[in-house]
């Protein structure tokens, strides 16, 4: 058994279900819709809505030095469950437990002025991220520093390409150690040999506290970063295990439109 397995559980998911009501416009003439209206007035203005499930029965848990890898092709769920699981999306049923802090990442644009230059963004962020923390500006010149932008940190950030946004905002999110890290599809940009800087940081303060959630559509990048994975598949857990296998059974899903970055 290894540490994972028997490791404090710090969130628990049970049953989580998220549908949504949808609306299919139909490009139908005045004519049309005049007969349909008179002939069949009740299903016309009472139709049913089709309801599409985001999540549907989502039961997992998630245990203190865990590191889970999302899969799933797009529109399975993956952002839908991290919303859920950050609080800042209600499941209209199920439960989502934890008395643990969450700290959640879905854009490296979050919160970002982009006339402010990177170090005065980096200052206001770390506001944001880690409110009542005392040692504010230190977290702010050691993640300077982590980033390795050297001096385009005081150059405007709208100048920055996406892979020196990524670097800032990642190598902020993590200078601190969460309970719970949820990061979103968030290296997207940012070069391997950062990734792998950033991936021993990650998993040096998850040892000491906290567990991640890392949503990625790169396989490896999820070898990196997590210890188990688990693939989502129109809104259910298809898989949930061992990194490898669950690699396996996420391009099994659809092999000739999953692409392997």
Known sequence: MN????????????????HFYLDHYYD?????????????????????KEIFYALNGITFSLSQGMRLGILGVNGSGKTTLCRCLAG??????????TTKEVRAIFDTGTGIMPELTGRE????????????????????????????????IDAPFKKYSKGMQSRLL?????????????????FDGA???????????????????GATV???????????ICNKVMVIHEG????????EDGIKAYMGLNPETLIQK
């Open 236 to 243: 259910k857990v298809h898989f949930l295990g061992e990194v």
């Open 191 to 209: 070069d391997v040999f950062f990734r792998q800087k950033l991936a021993k940081r990650m998993i040096s303060f998850i040892e000491k506290a």
């Open 28 to 48: 139908r003439g005045l004519r049309d819709v005049f007969i349909s209206a008179l002939t069949n007035p009740f299903d016309y203005f009472f139709k049913q």
């Open 121 to 152: 963004n980096a200052q206001l962020l770390a506001r944001l991220f880690f409110t009542g923390e005392k040692e504010v500006k230190h977290l702010v010149e050691e993640s300077i520093s982590f980033s390795e932008l050297g001096h385009f």
């Open 3 to 18: 540490s994972t397995e028997c490791s404090e559980e710090i969130l628990k998911v049970k049953d989580l279900k998220v």
């Open 88 to 97: 800042m999306m209600r499941a209209q049923e199920g439960s989502v437990e």
């Open 214 to 224: 890392f949503v990625s559509h790169s396989t490896e990048q999820i070898r990196e």
């Open 170 to 186: 990642l190598s902020l999110i993590s200078s601190l150690p969460a309970d719970i890290l949820i990061l979103d599809e968030v």
